[in-house]
Nanobody, 121 residues
Framework: QVQLVETGGGLVQAGGSLRLSCVASGTIFNINDMGWYRQAPGKERDLVATITTGGRTNYADSVKGRFTISRDDLKRTVYLQMDSLKPEDTAVYYC???????????????WGQGTQVTVSS
């Protein structure tokens, strides 16, 4: 059974930094795209950043220049380095991976349980 587990959330003052990590476990043949989304209270879940197997990245305009997504395929891990944090970055952050495995050879999207990031002003 495939699971994604996020770590690294917490409370930080505006202007501070946090680094989120998300590790995949289980019977995994390969991992394609990875990404981070976030959901603030009363709002929809929005894309933050994605990264392809080739390392191509895509960012929401609101985080460009402040957040950096990266991946380590050997560790089955995706990271989100968040700098210059703002109160409006407060949300639950979710990682997602497109994973190929037994029973889903063409890929299936898996999600982590979410980690809370709170930025105080």
């Amino acid at each position: 059974q495939v699971q994604l587990v996020e770590t690294g959330g917490g409370l930080v003052q505006a202007g501070g930094s946090l680094r989120l990590s998300c590790v995949a476990s289980g019977t995994i043949f390969n991992i394609n795209d990875m990404g981070w989304y976030r959901q603030a209270p009363g709002k929809e879940r929005d894309l933050v950043a994605t990264i392809t197997t080739g390392g191509r990245t895509n960012y929401a305009d609101s985080v460009k220049g402040r957040f950096t997504i990266s991946r380590d395929d050997l560790k089955r891990t995706v990271y989100l380095q968040m700098d210059s944090l703002k109160p409006e970055d407060t949300a639950v952050y979710y990682c997602t991976m497109s994973i190929l495995g037994s029973g889903f050879p063409t890929g299936l999207a898996f999600w982590g349980q979410g980690t809370q990031v709170t930025v105080s002003s």
